[in-house]
Each structure stands twice: as C-alpha cells, then as structure tokens.
C-alpha cells in the first residue's frame, strides 16, 4: 500500500503563489506517474498536471502556463508550483500515483484563492 501525503495548500489572494507537495512512501516511487487533481464544492474531481517516470507533463488548458508539476525522485516527493492563482482555482488539490493496474490517492489540501 502506498501513503500519500499533500501540504502546502492554503488561502491565498488572487495573483498570488503557492507551491503544493506530496510525500510519497512508495519503495519504486519513481516509476509511478505522479498527477495532481482538484475538486471544486458540487464539481467532478479533474486532471491538474501530470508527470511521467521519465518526467513528460501535462497540463489542463485551465492551468497552462500557471501551474508547473515537478517531481525529485531521491526525496519521493511530487510539487505543484501555482503562480497567478484565481479565485476559480479553489479546490481541494489531491496528490495521485498510478502504475496500470494500481492507483493510489492521497486525502487532499485545500487551496482557497479569495481576496
């Protein structure tokens, strides 16, 4: 079973920065695809950014450009950095590590962009 375990969210006024992290506890941890999701109150859960073993990404139109996914594979760690926040970015951001045939998700970090 793989632990995983966001932090950095937090309240943040529009056109600030916050940079979200994800503690993996996963023995192979980089070979997992790493991906970011967001859930908005009464919203499906969506694809944020995602970052591949060999550390390809992709980015949701809504975020391209803003947001930069990393990862550092010695600390078993995945980042979301978030620049230029929106007040439409509000959502509980949760931390995903995927083989095929294996998904494991994290218990989420509130992001709140208000003024």
């Known amino acids: 079973q793989v632990q995983l375990v966001e932090s950095g969210g937090g309240l943040v006024q529009p056109g600030g920065s916050l940079r979200l992290s994800c503690a993996s506890s996963a023995s192979l941890f980089s070979i997992y695809t790493m991906t970011w999701y967001r859930q908005a109150p009464g919203l499906q859960r969506e694809l944020v950014a995602t970052i591949t073993a060999g550390s390809s990404t992709n980015y949701a139109d809504a975020v391209k450009g803003r947001f930069t996914i990393s990862r550092d594979n010695s600390k078993k760690l995945v980042y979301l950095q978030m620049n230029s926040l929106k007040p439409e970015d509000t959502a509980v951001y949760y931390c995903?590590?995927?083989?095929?045939?294996?998904?494991?998700w994290g218990q989420g970090t509130q992001v709140t962009v208000s003024s």
């Open positions: 995903n590590a995927a083989l095929p045939g294996r998904m494991y």
